[in-house]
Every structure is written in C-alpha cells, then in structure tokens.
C-alpha cells in the first residue's frame, strides 16, 4: 500500500508493548494492524462448525463512551474483501459521520462496527475502527466490487465473525431512529453503547446455528497490505 504521510490515528497495542503515535504514515498502520491481528489468534475462539470458522473473543471488553454504528454493504463478496484487507468504505455522507465521531473519541473509547449484508436477514461481523478515513489512499478505493462507487478507506480490525439471525436482534429498539428495530437501520446508523453491548453478548453466547462468511478454504488475512 502507497504511504500516505500523517493520517490520524489512535493509540493501540504493537509487538513491542509500547504505543503509536497519533500521526503515523498509512503503511505503518498496516503494519501494526497486521502485527496486532497476529497476536490476536491468541486471544480469539477460531472454530471450524460444518465448513465455516467461526471467529469470537474469549475475552471482549467496551470501553466506556464507545460508539457503535451498524455497517450495512450491498453485498457479501465485499464483506469477505474487507476481511481480507483490512480496511473499509462507506459512502461519502457515512464517511463523513464515522470520521466524524473518531475525531472527537473520548479517550480510550472505540468505535464498533455492526455489519449486515442488505437482504441477508442476519448480521455477520463486528470490526472496530482503527483508523480515521483516507482519502490519499492510491489504488485502495478500487478494491470493492462497485470500483467507483466508494471514496475514501480506513482500517478496522475483525473482532466477531458469526451469522446472528435478525430473530436474535431485532428486540434491540433505537430511540435515534424512531424507535425501530437495529435489524431496520441504514448504513451508518448509531446505536446506543448498552444495545452495542447487549449485541456483543449475544454474538458470543448465540448457538442455535454455526456459520459464518469465512469457508474453511478461505484464507486468513494477508500479512502484506
């Protein structure tokens, strides 16, 4: 990936126990993004169920003043491109509002990302936002599967991979749009930090089916960006 010099980040665990600083090039985040994703496997249940792996923290604890947003993509196959690279695009207005709130993060909060696949019934994944959102990322826009539809990319880190029906979810009723199920949110919608929470739970204790995204066959994320 093409350096792109002083793009904001937050501080976040690397090999060497020491911490990022706020301005770091683009490559170098892809760099402690890997590492950090390496690492992880230590701290993750990796599960085969009937040809799907299944991907879920032992241990996943929200910092307070978090945010949680639900991610909704037109199709799976982009899905699969972002786990693979580790990154992500909204569109422009959705953009804007996640870069938005990154920039004025308490410190130590997160951002979650919720996603779901338009038409799937389900949701698939929870990812965290690492980075703000690039615009001077060369040959990193082109990636998804509508190559111009999207502008502008930032990393994440997969945290949940697991299909969780939208039977499981749609109790969870958001005051920030009318009162509506979470399983009936746009793109970028914001969801409050106990209906985030109370997701992540049922994320990891959900176990009336075993799939996921991720085949057997697919590969683990690259340690190259």
């Known amino acids: 990936i093409t350096s792109v ?7 976040f665990p690397i090999s060497s126990g020491s911490t990022t600083s706020l301005d770091m090039s683009m490559s170098t985040l892809a760099t ?10 230590k701290y993750h249940e990796d599960e085969i169920h009937r040809g799907y792996r299944i991907i ?32 992500w695009s909204s569109t422009e207005l959705g953009n804007r ?3 938005k709130t990154y920039n004025s993060l308490a410190p130590g909060a997160r951002i979650y990302l919720l996603f779901s696949v338009n038409g799937s019934g389900r949701f698939c994944g929870i990812a965290e936002m690492k980075s703000d959102v690039s615009y001077d990322s060369v040959g990193r826009s082109d990636i ?43 793109d970028t919608q914001e969801i ?7 997701v992540i739970k049922i994320f990891k204790n959900y ?19």
Request: without cysteine; proline residues 7%.
């Open 97 to 99: 509002r996640l870069s």
């Open 56 to 87: 879920v923290p032992r241990f996943f604890e929200v910092p307070e003043e978090s945010k949680f947003f639900v991610i909704k993509s037109f199709n799976m196959e982009n899905i699969k491109i972002s786990y693979k690279e580790g990154v």
């Open 144 to 186: 998804w599967t509508q190559k111009q539809r999207y502008k502008g990319i930032f990393y994440i880190r997969w945290w949940f991979v697991k299909d969780v029906p939208n039977k499981a979810l749609k109790h969870f009723l958001i005051p920030g749009n009318e009162m509506k199920p979470v399983t009936n949110s746009r």
């Open 192 to 198: 409050p930090i106990e209906i985030g929470r109370s």
């Open 5 to 11: 010099p002083s793009i904001s980040t937050r501080h």
């Open 32 to 41: 402690e993004t890997t590492v950090q994703g390496i690492e992880s496997v």
């Open 207 to 225: 176990n009336k089916s075993w799939s996921s995204f991720l085949e057997v066959a697919d590969e683990v994320p690259s340690d190259e960006y």
